[in-house]
């Protein structure tokens, strides 16, 4: 496993919470994670491997796969309610169209590097067979969910080094205890000119709401350095951290994946406006949504499971829609919070050709945070 | 004309960068409106008669009409390219589905209140065919674009008193100067607990981006007051003023209505690209875009012009793709900066059943802003 | 009421059923029409006025208006579930975005001609404030849909002749006989190089399916002569019926307005799925879907009905996927035959200017059928 | 290579319009392929291997890869203006979000059996990196659009059998000759209860319509073999072939993938609105586009080509929307005929478990097109 030297590495991370920052006026899950959602579980495989010139095909390696599984069944035959939404499509998401067709989730949802989506779909195929032998033989062919950012600054992207096994093994690794920062797909992420990765957080609704959960994944790959603000303030700005060219890509492009979960009883419909509201949570966050970007959300809800026999939605329990707005509110937060989360809790990383991207500087961001308050 | 006593309505109103705040980092343009973009005029009639109990179909008025003009041309016979995004469609806005099918505009763009939309679209069309005698016998039914927010809360709304010759009236008085605050369709509006209305900024692109400029106009009818946040200031939180039933619609429903134009040589497809970008500014001012807000937004191009006669862009100036990302961070620029401007000067207002809309202090406002520098 | 001389208007008029042309294989209701869906009716305003030249404002008029009815009780109270799909968005349909987003419809449907669509939305929002007196004050505004075809060929469409009585008539009229033909929003219409205007059918599954029954009406006014399919049989080439610019529009352009009802209980994801498989029968009779065409279509459900004060869908009964294909077809079949019934329902009519639209031959047309059976 | 005995076998097969048939009014081009769009080329790999039971992994194997160059050069390079449309969204097509939100296409179009789309994907980043080895490093990423449809009633569709080498001769075998039938991404494809595979055909404007192509390429797999309409003749009734379980699928379910192909100078707007017109040559061969279908369409312009450097269409010679009708019936006569070219040219084939999917008998499909002549 790659370590970077001294002193960066032993700074320890914090999530945006623990800096003193609050955003929003919603309260967090016990982990404000998305696994605050029951049944919800977050596994990584993280490849990390080999260091200097890039050699396309052999390395360096900065690259991995996060699987997020609605529940621990099989999601094949007990498919969850689900929707997607397109922010920008300068991306390869892969199975969004029967999303939106039917309104179902049926595969845990795969988050890998842009150029691994075809082997991380293939390997999706494999575990979905493995689980469902009748499935594209006398049942329907299943549909993978495999969604993309791009680590080509860190990583040797064309050398597409994630296998079947590690596609498998991050989904038997899923847990209740969601890892955030440089792991799994969010190994070689890199936004707003610093390091980046996976990060979450959640809400949960008061009583007289519902008690509902709202959780939110990204994988954070997106925004100029300047352009950084955290719970209104101008970080970016403020900062004023000289960056080269060697020191994260300049480039304002870049994507977010934004994965929300939720157990509030839910239409495909209904999430797929609880889905369109990530995009207020990304812009708090100073992204305008570049022209580069491949910002791809998908939302679910985990009740009522369908079966897939039936395909019946029990529709009692379906929310009024006019009881929306506090989930809307808890999207927009837990989406910001969880894009802070996975800038505060990546830790610097050296990459292909010595490229450079460097943690947010956890004390300098406190004393700045302090100073707002 | 209406007129609320003393004190509030002596107290002058300051645009937002007049209090200091300054949002973003890009420049406006001289006017620091939509007409910044060269051609573009808008044009207000408010309707302001009557107080005290509300008696549907009598009054107390309190309405208007605000018309837009891309072009000082005939627009029928000279349409501009458009394009039109619906962030949340609980709104009656017509003629979108021809824009986004067709990909241009063909009519002054008019807003008005809810239940006024009918007989705005039908002055619409007198307006068209008094222009275009042939249209709808030996050429194509003109396609009005009439936008709408609902102002309940002071108005009777349910007595539709817009006539035509509001429509036209707000039309010729088309001009570069951009009135804000109570006026036109922004006479009824409330937003984040306060008085709103119309909003008007601009940026002005650097010369390496092409030196175009993206002007935005909006109606603010949207956002629950503790949610209001001003250039990442949490302003809604931290007046604190309280509020009642009878100031202000506790409602977190409500609408917005974003009006994009430029002169950068933009096909519809890119067009579309920008209209999708208002959210990110809508976002950062609090809103969550919620429930019962019909968020609509157009943008057009007013180069080229395209003929009726031939309808063909002479597309050699198109830009390419990857120059747009500074066009998107103008669009979320003047998007949060029309809005914040909505708010700043309008003044409060009473209206059916004495419901009082209090404008947002400007003075207070002012100290919190020095606070924050 | 109008009168063209002799011969012509003695032409009895048939279904295209009489005429021995069975379109697909399924069975229609006892009504073949869209009332043979429990509690929906229709009715019909149709204003027949003046001959000779075309003085704009004046006359003469060949238009009017059809309202369709998901049930008898009060729909801004008890909305029903549906959803709409733009084939071709040449065309100024309002209330769909709003349909879009809360998948409910809450007004009765209103068709007319194009430029009557202001008038005719204005008076559907008096009707609705009558009906509920609290709309737009302490309850949300209401959201009429109306939909158009242009009837300039042979009306004083400029004129808009269309006032809120008419409006109101079309309503108080509506029962479960519903009439074909010159009537309502069809008076005007043409398609095909013929006289046109409503048509209506439907289908009844088997009770293995489900049993449920699609009803669809449509306001038919696209299509040129040469293309016109029946059955299969190319009608429009084999009749060789001469056609001069003062004979039917030759214009490739028009539009059809299509409205889906069932009584299966589908979800508004599910209603948009059969609302996009209404092209599939408008394909069959030969229209390309030309440039010119608003081609829109709204399909609701009438089970479960929705409360306003809940929203929520109250039945567990609602349609797996997986069932939906011979819905598909009953929506193409009922489309097909619809558009038939439309033309063969049909009278010839003399317009504006003379211009004069032939109801298509039904005599030569039976002969026709019989040669192809 | 696999060959079923004797009599089927050397029943020879012929395009529908050898048949006497011929549909629409419009002219085909010299090859009556989407290669008469000038620098279209096709190319097929066609694995076939093993008979009887299925060994899932190990075969019979009936399944290929079909690649469609728009030009000759590098599609990375030098995109084409593109757009896609989803009929039925139950498919597992990859690259479309980008595709719509950037209006081009930089890869060769490869079509697949569905379970391949990972692996085949995966060998196009190879073959796009090869090509350009900047990409992904410093270039963006490469969008490779994958579409399939499934074969599993053949085929051992989980054994996922296509391997790079097999991707990348199917694009190096492209050439103007199209073969049709049971080859490439047709090998395994079942349609109206017949033998199914790849078919083309194109139409060529009149000169006074801008004497343009446009070329389609289907792979069909969809319908019900009583639906079978061609040209207007209920073929699927008429033909009263009994089937068996045994004998072709009798779902009503499958997929049909359409490209579209044309010189005509237009916008990716325009393409899209080509695109939502491959549906009505669909319906017209009596599919209803059934819940288990993955329609998807992509359309593209070889004119003008555009440079990946400038992104800048270059032409001021884009169509007036007004001349698109004429494309829209070249598009539906197209698709129409290429559906029916695929069933004709299709001989039987015996997959998996004995399965068999008959051809659909040419001389009695003969003696039925002589009787409605």
Redesign the interface.
């Known amino acids: 496993m790659y370590q970077i030297g001294g002193e960066v590495s032993f700074m320890a991370r914090k999530r945006v919470r623990e800096l003193g920052l609050v955003i929003g ?1 919603g309260t967090p899950g016990p982990r404000n994670a998305i696994s605050d959602v029951p049944g919800v579980k977050v596994g990584h495989t993280t490849l990390i491997e080999g260091e200097g010139k ?1 050699v ?1 095909g052999a390395g360096p390696i900065r690259t991995g796969v996060t699987a997020i599984l609605p529940h621990g069944g099989n999601l094949y035959d007990e498919p969850v309610g689900a929707a997607a939404h ?13 999303v ?4 179902v989730l049926e595969a845990p949802i795969l988050i890998t590097s ?2 691994n ?9 494999q575990y979905l ?1 493995d689980q469902n ?1 009748e ?3 006398s049942s ?2 299943p ?2 969910v495999v969604l993309e950012c ?1 680590d ?1 600054f860190l990583n040797d ?2 050398g ?1 080094h994630v296998r079947q096994q590690h596609v498998l093994s991050s989904i038997e690794k899923c847990s209740t205890k969601v890892v955030e920062g440089c792991v799994g797909a969010g190994t070689g992420m890199t936004a707003y000119g610093y390091k980046s990765g996976i990060g979450t957080a959640s809400r949960r609704l008061a009583k007289k709401h519902g008690a509902h959960t709202v959780g939110c994944l990204v994988v954070l790959n997106c925004g100029r350095r ?2 950084l ?1 955290m ?4 970080v970016g ?1 403020l900062l004023k951290d000289p960056q080269t060219d060697r020191m994260c890509p300049r480039g ?2 870049g994507s977010i994946i934004v994965i929300l979960g939720t157990d509030a009883p839910l ?3 209904q999430l797929g ?1 609880l889905a ?2 990530a ?6 966050t100073g ?6 970007s ?1 910002d ?1 959300v998908v939302a679910f809800s985990t009740v009522p499971r369908i079966s897939r026999q ?7 329990d ?1 929310l ?3 009881l ?2 506090p989930l ?2 808890a ?2 937060e837990a989406t910001e919070e969880a894009i802070l989360n996975a800038l505060c809790m990546a830790e610097s990383m050296e990459g292909r050709d010595g490229n450079l991207a460097e943690a947010i500087p956890i004390d300098r961001l406190r004393h700045l945070i302090e100073r ?1 308050k």
Request: glycine share 14%; aromatic share 6%; charged share 20%.
């Open positions: 006026s890039l396309p397109v922010i920008n499509g300068f991306g390869k998401a892969t199975g969004l169209a029967q939106a067709e039917l309104g842009t150029l989506v075809g082997l991380v779909w293939d390997a999706a195929v067979i032998p499935a594209a033989i329907p062919t549909n993978p791009h080509g992207a064309q597409r300047g352009d603000i719970g209104g303030i101008p700005k304002e492009d239409s495909s419909r406006r369109r509201r995009v207020v949570g990304i812009g708090r992204s305008v949504v570049s022209h580069g491949g791809f039936k395909r019946i939605f029990t529709t009692r379906q009024p829609d006019k929306l707005t809307f509110a999207v927009a707002f």
